[in-house]
């Protein structure tokens, strides 16, 4: 699993490879998205109008509330977990 950032005050670029690629391919064909810049901005965009930093998906058809694991969060985020 890697992802490496390259930011600038005008852009980023991701590399994307190894097990992250793959589970970004097995998304984009599951939904069927047309490119990883749709892809990307739906994910934003969900994110985004989130109001308490939670999201509740289908699982086991049931609704299970998901939040991002505190290793994936800054240190100070993770405190409130």
């Known amino acids: 699993m890697s992802v ?6 005008e852009n980023m670029t ?3 490879d ?9 998304v984009l064909s599951k939904w069927q998205f047309k490119d990883e810049e749709s892809f990307i901005r ?3 965009s969900i994110l985004l109008d989130t109001q ?3 999201i509740y998906i289908q699982r ?3 609704p299970a509330k998901v939040t991002p694991a505190p ?5 100070e985020a993770s405190k409130g977990s």
């Open 42 to 44: 739906f994910v934003t």
């Open 60 to 62: 086991n058809f049931a």
């Open 18 to 26: 190894n097990g992250d690629r793959e589970n970004m391919d097995k």
């Open 71 to 75: 290793h994936l969060l800054t240190s």
């Open 52 to 54: 308490d930093n939670s």
């Open 14 to 16: 991701l590399i994307i």
């Open 4 to 9: 490496k950032t390259t930011k600038t005050t």
